[in-house]
């Protein structure tokens, strides 16, 4: 593994996928990278002054409570998402030349694109961070009362 390979963690912006261990050009890093960063780390480490291996267990254990809570967060934005199904929601449009303006609508379903729930309002799809307002929709219901 190379130095270059390692840097290239800590860019941003593209999409594309690392040819090295299948991440993502988020700078963000799966356990599969961090266990091959770490063994990466046993193999150059100098043999006269090697690493503690609680040192390991203590980076191992870091990692793993960081994976859980990113997971939390995202079952947590699954979660809401779907709980917003039914609901009536202002949505942000922001235009080009950047007014913003609300949309309002009932939430028809909800889209798992690319692991982030998107909200569909009249069969378009918006990201969840666009929902600027939720209310109870204004439905009468009737009386279901049978006689």
């Known amino acids: 593994m190379s130095i270059e390979a390692i ?3 800590g860019t941003t912006g593209t999409n594309s996928t690392n040819s090295m261990s299948g991440s993502t050009g988020k700078g ?3 356990m599969d990278d961090f266990l091959q960063l770490l063994v990466a780390q046993l193999k ?3 043999m006269y002054n ?6 390991y267990m203590a980076q191992m254990a870091q990692f793993s409570m960081l994976q859980a809570i990113t997971d939390m967060s995202e079952l947590s934005m699954t979660s809401y998402g779907v709980s917003l199904i039914g609901k009536e929601v202002t949505i942000a449009k922001v235009a080009e030349d ?3 303006t609300g949309l309002k609508g009932i939430v028809d379903s909800v889209n798992f694109y690319n692991g982030s729930p998107q909200v569909v309002v009249d069969d378009q799809s918006y990201s969840l961070s666009s929902v600027m307002q939720v209310n109870e ?8 009362k049978v006689e």
Request: aromatic share 4%; net charge negative.
């Open 7 to 9: 840097n290239n963690y």
């Open 28 to 30: 963000t890093l799966s």
């Open 44 to 46: 150059n480490q100098d």
């Open 50 to 55: 090697t690493m503690d291996d609680s040192e």
């Open 98 to 100: 950047g007014t913003v």
């Open 137 to 144: 929709p204004k439905i009468i219901i009737p009386n279901s």
